[in-house]
């Protein structure tokens, strides 16, 4: 839903732009740039946003991950000295 409302603010800033004529004046650069143009580093900008928020999510499910498998370990160490102590109070 976020998607709709980002490109629906991009294209209403778009023909905003073109139809105050503030467009033109802006930068000669600017008038020469094709409309695509915008959609294309607008999608190259999203594009990274959003393979910078996955990473940031793996890292989490990682470290969850790790977290839980250490547990795991350190409850194996622990059954294991107990088992030890066991056999060796015997």
Do not use: C
């Not at 976020?2 to 905003?16: E, P, Q, S």
């Not at 143009?37 to 928020?53: D, E, K, N």
């Not at 890292?59 to 790790?66: G, S």
């Amino acid at each position: 839903m976020r998607r709709l409302y980002v490109a629906a603010t991009v294209v209403l800033f778009f023909v905003l732009l073109q139809w105050t004529g503030i467009y033109s004046n802006l930068s000669p650069v600017l008038s020469n740039v094709p409309w695509w143009m915008y959609f294309l580093v607008a999608g190259i900008g999203y594009s990274g946003y959003r393979a910078w928020h996955h990473t940031v999510e793996d890292r989490k499910l990682d470290r969850v991950h790790i977290e839980e498998e250490g547990k795991v370990y350190m409850e194996r160490i622990e059954e294991e000295k107990k088992r030890k102590d066991q056999a060796s109070g015997e």
